[in-house]
């Protein structure tokens, strides 16, 4: 059974600091991975997707890496703002298709300005 | 065009009484999916919906049932209300591939 763990379970940096945030895996045979954010109370807003054949992607100030074998992704956020403060989620999915995604418990992120 | 869609955005229930959520999906989407957060935690897969039939089934009771439209909206029901369903409740559309989730309906059971 896949289990997504996400360390640390909080984090609090100072505005402006470059951060990472971890997720592992324990069942390799994934289809896709993907980052979430998520305001408190609110749905899931996609941040990156990242194939199974990709190593990373990268959006504005945010960059994530896979690593299949070892079963680990980075979420790395460059120059952290305010607005950044939210709680960030990893996800895979199955291995055929998106059916089944298993989430970890997230990174809850406070940017201080 | 619109996202997707749920309703309510709040709902309160006594423990034992039953509850329909409802979900619209993005346009063009065809597959719905539904989940579970309970506070601090991650989503959990409830189950998903294609082509008005449950395609497939996270680790939850039978008091979850579902239903798909020919519209392609849904509706996430829950029988016999337990204390531990207060949860975020997400429903998540795709055609597909990536999902778009929609912004939850909170259950709070009293």
């Known amino acids: 059974k896949q289990e997504v763990t996400q360390i640390p379970a909080a984090l609090s940096v100072p505005e402006g600091e470059n951060l990472v945030l971890n997720c592992s895996f324990t069942?390799?045979?994934?289809?896709?991975l993907q980052w979430f954010r998520q305001d408190p109370g609110k749905g899931l807003t996609s941040l990156l997707l990242?194939?199974?054949?990709?190593r990373e992607q990268t959006s504005g100030r945010l960059n994530a890496s896979l690593d299949k074998s070892s079963g680990r992704s980075t979420l790395y956020i460059a120059a952290s703002q305010p607005g950044d403060s939210a709680t960030y989620l990893c996800?895979?999915?199955?291995?055929?298709?998106?059916?089944?995604?298993?989430f970890g418990a997230g990174t809850r992120l406070t940017v201080k300005p | 065009d619109a996202g997707v869609t749920q309703s309510p955005t709040h709902l309160i229930k006594t423990r034992g009484q039953q509850v329909t959520l409802r979900c619209s999906p993005k346009?063009?989407?065809?597959?719905v999916s539904w989940y579970q957060q309970a506070l601090g935690q991650g989503p959990q897969f409830i189950f998903q919906y294609y082509e008005e039939e449950e395609r497939q089934r996270g680790n939850f009771p039978d008091r979850f049932s579902g239903h798909q439209f020919p519209n392609y909206s849904s509706e996430l029901n829950v029988n016999a209300l337990l204390l531990g369903d207060s949860a975020l409740y997400l429903c998540?559309?795709?055609?597909?591939?990536?999902?778009?989730f929609g912004p939850g309906t909170r259950l709070t059971v009293t």
């Open positions: 069942d390799s045979a994934i289809y896709n």
């Open positions: 998540a559309s795709s055609l597909g591939g990536e999902q778009y």
């Open positions: 996800a895979v999915w199955g291995l055929y298709n998106n059916n089944d995604m298993r």
């Open positions: 990242i194939q199974s054949s990709q």
């Open positions: 346009s063009g989407h065809d597959t």
